[in-house]
């Protein structure tokens, strides 16, 4: 597989040029993020300090808005509380747009803006019908051992992909910060492990959102505590579709996807929805199966390996 040039022997008028793939090339290519070690110390440095901005001013304007909510009691179902969780959604975009274009000055040429539908539209139907495919092996599951009768939920499985596809923008905000920036910034050369941490932070990030009431949470503190490890599934799925597609979108779908098909699965298999059921049942369980056997074939299989990416690398991490 043929690598990216290094920027010095790129002309400086033509190397945003480079690293933007025409839509019906291989996804394997340039606009793919690299998680090679780049032999230059500076760039290593400055992803570094990229990283460590990203994360304050992600934080910093997330917890701003979504703390005083919380602390305020303001009610989950009122038109301010849902405004203010949406804005702080947002945060990881102006982050990854602060960083890229001010701090860093890196630039936006490997953001991930550009769909690749034509090259990349398998990744992207499986981003689309993923949650479906979880559900369809825990009912499985449950079917065989006999656990119990699930629901049918089929009339609202169609409506729910519409909704999903329409939801798409709502869902780029995140997206756009944690797997478009911080995860192929972060350990650039060891994408497990990029995956493994940012799945942590971004756990963490969400904790005056569970606090506040905005995500579920039956289980007090301890639901609060162990939320980042959910976080680490989702960002090995996301990471990888980001990674295969070069784009951004398609962990945007797989996102909107996971939280508007999600509730189907929590609904059919009788699980009331906070996260801490899927530990402390065993129909959470079920979920909890399929999703750690799909992460353990993206791993095994060599998805994240780091020679199969090819471009400019650079390592926050090591």
């Not at 799925?237 to 996807?257: E, M, Q």
């Given at each position: 597989?043929?690598?990216?040039?290094?920027?010095?022997?790129?002309?400086?008028?033509?190397?945003?040029?480079?690293?933007?793939?025409?839509?019906?090339?291989?996804?394997?290519?340039?606009?793919?993020?690299?998680?090679?070690?780049?032999?230059?110390?500076?760039?290593?440095?400055?992803?570094?300090?990229?990283?460590?901005?990203?994360?304050?001013?992600?934080?910093?304007?997330?917890?701003?808005?979504?703390?005083?909510?919380?602390?305020?009691?303001?009610p989950?179902?009122?038109?301010?509380?849902?405004?203010?969780?949406?804005?702080?959604?947002?945060?990881?975009?102006?982050?990854?747009?602060?960083?890229?274009?001010?701090?860093?000055?890196?630039?936006?040429?490997?953001?991930?803006?550009?769909?690749?539908?034509?090259?990349?539209?398998?990744?992207?139907?499986?981003?689309?019908?993923?949650?479906?495919?979880?559900?369809?092996?825990?009912?499985?599951?449950?079917?065989?051992?006999?656990?119990?009768?699930?629901?049918?939920?089929?009339?609202?499985?169609?409506?729910a992909?519409?909704?999903?596809?329409?939801?798409?923008?709502?869902?780029?905000?995140?997206?756009?910060?944690?797997?478009?920036?911080?995860?192929?910034r972060?350990?650039?050369?060891?994408?497990?492990?990029?995956?493994?941490?940012?799945?942590v932070i971004?756990?963490?990030?969400?904790?005056?959102?569970?606090?506040?009431?905005?995500?579920?949470?039956?289980?007090?503190?301890?639901?609060?505590?162990?939320?980042?490890?959910?976080?680490?599934?989702?960002?090995?799925?996301?990471?990888w579709?980001?990674?295969?597609?070069?784009?951004?979108?398609?962990?945007?779908?797989?996102?909107?996807?996971?939280?508007?098909?999600?509730?189907?699965?929590?609904?059919?298999?009788?699980?009331?929805?906070?996260?801490?059921?899927?530990?402390?049942?065993?129909?959470?369980?079920?979920?909890?199966?399929?999703?750690?056997?799909?992460?353990?074939?993206?791993?095994?299989?060599?998805?994240?390996?780091?020679?199969?990416?090819?471009?400019?690398?650079?390592?926050?991490?090591?």
């Amino acid at each position: 597989m043929r690598s990216v040039e290094h920027p010095h022997e790129i002309a400086p008028g033509q190397r945003e040029k480079a690293t933007m793939p025409d839509d019906h090339s291989d996804a394997s290519s340039a606009q793919r993020p690299s998680y090679a070690s780049h032999p230059h110390t500076g760039r290593a440095a400055t992803a570094a300090q990229g990283v460590v901005a990203y994360v304050a001013i992600t934080f910093g304007l997330a917890w701003a808005l979504w703390i005083p909510v919380w602390l305020l009691r303001v009610p989950t179902d009122s038109a301010l509380f849902q405004f203010v969780f949406l804005a702080g959604a947002f945060s990881p975009a102006v982050a990854a747009m602060v960083v890229r274009g001010r701090i860093t000055r890196e630039g936006f040429a490997d953001a991930g803006l550009w769909p690749r539908l034509s090259s990349a539209w398998p990744y992207y139907l499986f981003a689309w019908l993923w949650p479906l495919l979880i559900l369809g092996a825990a009912v499985a599951l449950a079917t065989i051992f006999r656990l119990f009768t699930p629901k049918d939920v089929s009339a609202a499985v169609i409506s729910a992909l519409m909704v999903t596809l329409i939801s798409i923008p709502l869902f780029w905000g995140e997206e756009f910060g944690w797997r478009s920036y911080l995860q192929i910034r972060l350990f650039s050369d060891r994408p497990l492990l990029a995956a493994l941490a940012t799945g942590v932070i971004w756990g963490v990030w969400h904790y005056p959102a569970v606090l506040a009431g905005y995500l579920p949470n039956e289980h007090g503190l301890i639901g609060v505590l162990i939320y980042p490890w959910y976080m680490i599934p989702f960002s090995i799925i996301l990471g990888w579709l980001r990674l295969r597609t070069g784009s951004v979108w398609a962990p945007t779908l797989a996102h909107a996807s996971n939280n508007i098909i999600g509730p189907l699965v929590s609904t059919t298999l009788l699980v009331s929805g906070g996260h801490g059921d899927l530990l402390f049942s065993a129909r959470g369980l079920l979920v909890l199966i399929p999703l750690c056997a799909l992460c353990a074939w993206i791993i095994f299989s060599g998805q994240l390996k780091p020679q199969a990416v090819t471009g400019v690398g650079q390592s926050a991490g090591g």
